[in-house]
């Protein structure tokens, strides 16, 4: 079956980085896109980024742009989001999404993973 787990999460200051990873199994990994996702508390469900299945198609949310960076091992069945710069607006649980097609569409998801927390304050 499709596990998703993420881990790599924490307690980051303004201004530090965090690299989160998420491991996949139970499908052809270098098939299929993949996004990140948010959620922060009270707020609703955001798309973070998402890559395609070879890597060279990556999207960004506006409000990452410039600061986070998606990237994918496919030999080792791995998903990363190298986060810089972090703000305290980015204080989330973030969580790893799997594409039902290589289109790393924003909205399209058939599994995803329980999620891993990031909290950046000083």
């Known amino acids: 079956q499709v596990q998703l787990v993420e881990s790599g999460g924490g307690l980051a200051q303004p201004g530090g980085s965090l690299r989160l990873s998420c491991a996949a199994s139970?499908?052809?990994?270098?098939?299929?896109?993949m996004s990140w996702t948010r959620q922060a508390p009270g707020k609703g469900l955001e798309w973070v980024s998402g890559?395609?299945?070879?890597?060279?198609?990556?999207n960004y949310a506006d409000s990452v742009k410039g600061r986070f960076t998606i990237s994918r091992d496919n030999a080792k069945n791995i998903l990363y989001l190298q986060m810089n710069s972090l703000k305290p607006e980015d204080t989330a649980l973030y969580s790893c999404?799997?594409?039902?097609?290589?289109?790393?569409?924003?909205?399209?998801?058939?599994?995803w993973g329980q999620g891993t927390q990031v909290t950046v304050s000083s």
């Open positions: 999404r799997k594409a039902p097609t290589d289109y790393p569409s924003q909205y399209e998801y058939d599994y």
């Open positions: 139970g499908f052809t990994f270098s098939r299929y896109a």
């Open positions: 890559i395609n299945g070879d890597g060279s198609d990556r």
